[in-house]
Structure formats: structure tokens, C-alpha cells
């Protein structure tokens, strides 16, 4: 089964402007984790939140967390050009450790 | 920050030859990982590595996989017979513990099988 999905699939910006992606998923999770991935490039970890916290902050990053509706949302305020990249959220749900990521929202900001 | 590190970054092998990628994690980690990504994919996970077994693998990770923490740094995952379906980044993971800690990725490892 998909667990993680990120809506939109694309989203174009201006140097700026805030961006919000949102990531769904269908089972009860440990916590759930943003990652950034710059093209043809590793996984930077952003920002991680349990399943009983409810928003983070981490920087020009906020993340919000609804149990309830199974979704996640990551919000980067004052976008700058480097913020251009994939962003991929992924939860954690077993006893391992094991990441089950999104198809992932593809952000391109522009100066 | 500590980082985990992946060689080589760019393999091209035959089909039908067996590969090694190899992953030094950071160093105070006790949970290993493998994913992959096929290029424009998701990241799939491929196993997970305790206590110097296997804990969790997918169905991706069949006969053809293995993975081996020969020395107590190194990490590999050996692919026995490739195929072009194999062809994708594979990243290296690992983890402090599991329950609330981040997972460090390694810059990966782009295999190309022709």
C-alpha cells in the first residue's frame, strides 16, 4: 500500500512567497519525516515529528501534523532560489526503523 | 555534522555482473539501511540491518541481494546478477536508535546496468 503521498506534485514560486506541500498517508506512524533532495543528489533530512506532536518549527520550516486526517503539511516560508529542489515526506511506522517515502512535491523558485 | 558516506558515487556494470556498494555510516549508529530510487521514482526501502542481521526487508530485496557489515565500519550491499531493471540510485542510511530519531542518508550511489 502507498504511504505518503505529497500534493502537489509540482509547485512554482517566487523568490519570497511561502510554499506549502502537503503529505497523506493511510496507517497510524511512529513520526514522520520531511527530507529535501537537490537533483541527482542525496536526501537531506529537514525536520521530524512524532505522532503526538501536532506542529514543529525548524528555521524558515514549519510542519504540522493531524493525526486525525492522516496528513502532514510543510510549510517554507520566504522562499529563497536554493530552496529549489525536490521535497519528499516519509513515515516511519514499524519496529526498524523503515522509511516509507512519497512520490514527493518538486518545488522550483525563481529569483 | 557527521555524515554517511557512499562509494563509488557512479557505477556502470554489465548485466549479468555482480556489484558491491559500499557505505561507511556515521559512527555511533546502530541501524543500517538500503533504499533505492529508480530515476523519477519514489524512494523504496530495501532492508534494514540490526545487530548484524537483517531486521526488515521488501520484496524488492529477493535472492539476488545481500547485505554484509564485514569489518564494523563498512556497510555493503552486494548485487549478485544484475539486470537493467536494476539500474537506480541506491542510498545508504542509518540511525543513533529507531523511535523518534532521524534517519542521515548518504549522497548515493548512481548504478547503471547495460
Known amino acids: 500500500s502507498q504511504q505518503g503521498e505529497e500534493d502537489p506534485q509540482a509547485l512554482s514560486i517566487q523568490e519570497g512567497e511561502n510554499a506549502t506541500m502537503n503529505c497523506s498517508y493511510k496507517t497510524s506512524i511512529n513520526n514522520l519525516q520531511w527530507y529535501r533532495q537537490n537533483s541527482g543528489r542525496g536526501l537531506v533530512h529537514l525536520i521530524l515529528i512524532r505522532s503526538n506532536e501536532r506542529e514543529k518549527h525548524s528555521g524558515r520550516l514549519r510542519v504540522t501534523l493531524d493525526t486525525s486526517k492522516k496528513s502532514s503539511s510543510l510549510l517554507i516560508t520566504a522562499s529563497r532560489a536554493a530552496d529549489t529542489a525536490s521535497y519528499f515526506c516519509a513515515t516511519s511506522t514499524d519496529s526498524w526503523g523503515k522509511l516509507q517515502f512519497g512520490a514527493g512535491t518538486q518545488v522550483v523558485v525563481t529569483p | 555534522e557527521p555524515e554517511v558516506t557512499q562509494t563509488p558515487s557512479h557505477q556502470v556494470t554489465q548485466m549479468g555482473q555482480e556489484v558491491i556498494l559500499r557505505c561507511v555510516p556515521i559512527s555511533n549508529h546502530l541501524y543500517f539501511y538500503w533504499y533505492r530510487q529508480i530515476l523519477g521514482q519514489k524512494v523504496e526501502f530495501l532492508v534494514s540491518f540490526y545487530n548484524n542481521e537483517i531486521s526488515e526487508k521488501s520484496e524488492i530485496f529477493d535472492d539476488q541481494f545481500s547485505v554484509e557489515r564485514p569489518d564494523g565500519s563498512n556497510f555493503t550491499l552486494k548485487i549478485r546478477s544484475t539486470k537493467l531493471e536494476d539500474s537506480a540510485m541506491y542510498f545508504c542510511?542509518?540511525?543513533?536508535?529507531?523511535?523518534?530519531?532521524?534517519?542521515?542518508f548518504g549522497q548515493g550511489t548512481r548504478l547503471t546496468v547495460v
Open positions: 542510511a542509518s540511525s543513533e536508535a529507531i523511535q523518534g530519531m532521524k534517519a542521515f
